[in-house]
Structures are given as C-alpha cells and as structure tokens.
C-alpha cells in the first residue's frame, strides 16, 4: 500500500512518465505553425509574410521562428523591435551577400530585394518524446531563386529545468555561385536569436565565463543570456566550420546571440555542393547556473 501511495503522489506532481505530447497547430491566415508540448506552446515557425501595423512593408518577412517560447510558455524572442526592425526571432541571414553580380543582403531590405520565401513542407513529426518540423525555402533575388534552404528543427521533451532545441540548416546555390559575408569590421550574420524585450541587460555567459559587457568577434563554444528567472542559450557543435566561431553576443539594448559565422572571411556556396550548419538552442529555467548551462552542452 505504500508503494502504491508513493507512486499516487509522484503522478499528482507530473512524474515524467506522465510528459504530453507534442502537437502541431496551423494558423494559415496568420501564416505560423505552432508546435505545442502538451497546452504549453514550444515555438511558432512563421513560414508566411509577416508585417506589423505602423513598420513600414519593405520589413515584409517569412521563414524564421518566432516566438520561441519558455517553459511557462511565454515567449523569450520579439519580432520587429523598435531599435532594429529587420530583428526577428530567431533567424539565419546576412549582411553582405554576392548574388548574380550584384551586392545584396537578407539581413536589411535592399534593392534588389533578396528573401526567404517558403516553398514547402518536408516533414512533421509530433511524439510524445520530440517533434520534428522540417521545411523547404528559397532564395529570391526579385523574382529569381538563387539558393534552396531546408530548415530542421528537432524540439527535445522538457525537463525541469530545461529543453534543447535542434536546429539544422541546410543551403545550395541554384544557377550560379552566392557569396556569403559577415558585416564590416563586426562580422556578424547568421544564425541569430533576438531576446523578448525583458531580457535586455541579462546576463551573458560563454564556455569562457561570464561577459561584463557585450562582445564581438571573440570565439565562443557556447553563450547563453539570462535572467533570475529565465534564459537561453545556444550552442555549436565541434563539427561546426572554423570551430569555434566569432560571435556578436550582446544585452546593452536588446538580448543577442549571434553565431557570428562565416564572419570577416567570406564563404562561397556553390551549386551541387550544400553547405550545413547544426546549433542547438537550450531554453531554461533560472540563470545560468541554475539551468545547469554547461551541463547540458556537455
């Protein structure tokens, strides 16, 4: 009898064997699958044109996931901030890219226009221990398609304290070579998380210990940014190209981190020869400390 009393209050409690599953909602008019573990919302992944009332339309984006959200469910990123409308979420563009001849970049609007454009879904896999959402995009410079990108995303079952999140990115030029370039002197581009609003000032901590300030192009296995309360962090894998990078990591205006890669040193995709890139995003409860950060890149 004791045994089933103990095994009574640990159900009571949410022992793990008692985990939801995951589920997939569309909202078509609003252009955003929502991936949901159970009630709570794990991450939107907005594959329609998004704008926001007031922002002018050349801010007009798709392909990027936003919200990504808590533990509680709130959500951890901000999409058109005021200080930097082109931020989004987290997103994977860049500054400074060579297409057809010309000078362009899918991290500001420019002219020609250069963006991700969704094509179609790959696969999605809802279970009960991790979901897979997988995606083909495309590149248009106006209305030609310059590169092919496949986006797969791998949420991982919650714990109590935290849940890693995979992300791989798969991109292949189409007709012709496409250059790839950090921004001048700073050399940030690429994968990139903009934190919700309360985490400007969080506290930033690498694989090298804590930052007293903001960084840039200092080389990085991991970096995360939290609060007393919350944090997230990001991570790359030792088969990362030029491991470990440079990274823009930042909280003076607005929480950033940027895998800042392939940086000053510029990267040619050409066709017929895919280039991938693998992170793993990790939401937590607490600091650093308290979400076990360098545990769970271990």
Same mark, same amino acid.
């Given at each position: 009898? +004791?045994?089933?009393? &103990?095994i009574?209050?640990? #159900? ?20 955003a ?7 709570? *919302? ?16 050349k801010? =007009? $984006?798709?392909? %990027?996931?936003?919200?990504? %959200? ?26 400074r ?6 000078s362009v970049? &899918?991290?500001? *609007?420019c =002219? ?7 094509v ?7 279970g ?7 995606v ?15 986006? &797969? #995303? ?14 791989? #990115? ?22 990139? #998380? ?11 901590? &690498? ?22 309360? $919350? ?14 990078p ?5 909280s ?9 890669? *392939? ?6 995709l050409? *066709? ?5 890139? $693998?992170? $793993?995003? %990790? ?8 979400? +076990? ?6």
């Open positions: 009898m +004791r045994f089933i009393a &103990t009574a209050a640990l #159900l009571a409690v949410g022992w793990p064997c008692s985990a939801e599953s995951f589920r997939f909602v569309d909202d078509a008019k609003a252009g699958l929502t991936l949901h573990e159970g009630e709570r *919302p794990v991450l939107a992944y907005c594959y329609g044109d998004q704008t926001k009332e007031g922002v002018d339309a801010f =007009t $984006r798709s392909c %990027y996931i936003h919200p990504l %959200y808590d533990l509680d469910g709130q959500p951890l990123t901000d999409d058109f901030p005021r200080d930097h409308r082109h931020h989004r979420g987290v997103f994977w563009t860049w500054p890219v060579k297409a057809r001849g010309k970049q &899918t991290w500001h *609007p =002219t020609p226009p250069l963006r991700q454009h969704f179609q879904w790959l696969k999605r896999e809802a009960g221990q991790a979901a897979t959402l997988s083909q995009n495309e590149w248009k410079l106006a209305d030609e398609r310059v590169a092919l990108e496949t986006v &797969t #995303l791998v949420a991982h079952q919650a714990d109590e304290v935290g849940r890693a999140l995979d992300v791989t #990115l798969t991109f292949e030029a189409v007709g012709g070579p496409l250059e790839l370039l950090g921004a001048d002197q700073k050399g940030y581009g690429g994968l990139c #998380l903009r934190g919700a609003p309360d985490l400007k000032g969080s506290a930033l901590t &690498t694989d090298a210990g804590p930052l007293k300030q903001d960084s840039v192009n200092a080389p990085f296995k991991w970096a995360d940014m939290s609060s007393a309360r $919350r944090g997230v962090a990001l991570f790359v894998p030792p088969d990362h190209p030029d491991y470990p440079t990274w823009l990591v930042r003076s205006y607005g929480g950033i981190l940027n895998v800042s890669w *392939p940086g000053l040193k510029p990267y040619t050409e *066709p017929g020869a895919p280039l991938t890139l $693998r992170y $793993r995003l %990790y939401v937590h409860r607490g600091n650093t400390q308290a979400g +076990r950060v360098a545990e769970a890149f271990r």
